[in-house]
């Protein structure tokens, strides 16, 4: 069974930069979508990002785009979210997930995904 832990979440100022890590294990990445999400406290969990690992294509919510950067080492079988000019309202609890069997114009709905991270806490706050 496939397995995703994410790592680099921590406490940035405003306007720094993080970079998140998805690492995958049991099963290669590759023809998987794998998506990013976040949920903060009293809010649903939302859509950040998500990539094909087969073909690459990239999709951004209107809250990371310019800012947020997804890609994918599928020598690594790890996925990366690069998040810069952090904003305080992008603190969150912050989720990789990833599927196989999803249509990819989907990716930014949590419920089509399976395989999920424990998630990791990112806090923008001076």
């Known amino acids: 069974q496939l397995q995703l832990v994410e790592s680099g979440g921590g406490v940035v100022q405003p306007g720094g930069s993080l970079r998140l890590s998805c690492a995958a294990s049991g099963v290669s990445l590759r023809n998987y979508a794998i998506g990013w999400f976040r949920q903060a406290p009293g809010k649903e969990r939302e859509g950040v990002s998500c990539?094909?690992?087969?073909?690459?294509?990239?999709n951004y919510a209107d809250s990371g785009q310019g800012r947020f950067t997804i890609s994918s080492d599928n020598a690594k079988n790890v996925v990366y979210l690069q998040m810069n000019s952090l904003k305080p309202e992008d603190t969150a609890v912050y989720y990789c997930?990833?599927?196989?069997?999803?249509?990819?114009?989907?990716?930014?709905?949590?419920?089509?995904?399976?395989?999920w991270g424990q998630g990791i806490q990112v806090t923008v706050s001076s």
């Open positions: 997930a990833a599927d196989r069997g999803i249509l990819f114009s989907l990716c930014v709905l949590s419920n089509e995904y399976y395989y």
């Open positions: 990539i094909s690992t087969r073909g690459g294509t990239t």
